[in-house]
């Protein structure tokens, strides 16, 4: 990656080799990604970076296999809170944590039984987006901003979502993928 220490570089390739050698194990990330893991995950989450306001409170949804809230943590620092409910999924995040000493918190939960609050709420990969929102609603401070990573579909899913919820969408083109959309949400609110 351009622009980033060699440092920051290895620790994001030690996540990386971590993330192939669990794959054989428990499935992470789909296996055809792994063939480009840099451009389809670490690019991928790396372009919410310049999003996150700096000392921003970070929650990352459905954290899986650390994209995008490890990278972020990596990149930018933390605090960031990586909430995942699979026990499987959350013992491969505690160790991503300490292989690439990340300043981040694995919660083995669901994001409803949490009582933390977050600046920032990302998430990829994780729900459609009527129900990613009312996950990350509890979570989010007041004047918080939830950024996420969604594909072809990204259109409709905000069209289901504005039946049920109030927001305003900011929409930044993918760098990684093509069909892809970064979604950039603030004042969200329940509808009528």
Request: proline letters at 6%; one cysteine or more; glycine letters at 10%.
């Amino acid at each position: 990656m351009t622009g980033v220490s060699r440092e920051t570089t290895d620790r994001l390739a030690r996540h990386l080799d971590l993330l192939r050698r669990w794959q054989k194990r428990i499935n992470l990330v789909g296996a055809a990604t792994l063939a480009d893991p840099w451009r389809r995950h670490v690019l991928d989450s790396a372009q919410l970076a310049p999003l996150v306001p700096a000392g921003a409170r970070l929650a990352d949804l459905g954290s899986g296999a650390g994209f995008p809230g490890l990278v972020l943590a990596i990149l930018r620092g933390g605090p960031v809170h990586l909430i995942e409910s699979d026990a499987r999924k959350a013992a491969f995040l505690g160790e991503a944590v300490r292989a690439t000493a990340a300043p981040a918190e694995v919660h083995n939960a669901r994001a409803e039984s949490l009582g933390l609050r977050a600046d920032v709420v990302t998430a990829r990969a994780c729900a459609p987006l009527v129900r990613l929102l009312g996950l990350a609603l509890p979570l989010l401070a007041p004047g918080g901003i939830c950024l996420f990573l969604k594909g072809a579909r990204a259109e409709e899913e905000l069209e289901a979502a504005r039946a049920r919820w109030r927001m305003t969408v900011r929409r930044h083109p993918s760098r990684s993928a093509p069909e892809g959309v970064l979604l950039e949400l603030s004042g969200l609110s329940h509808a009528g």
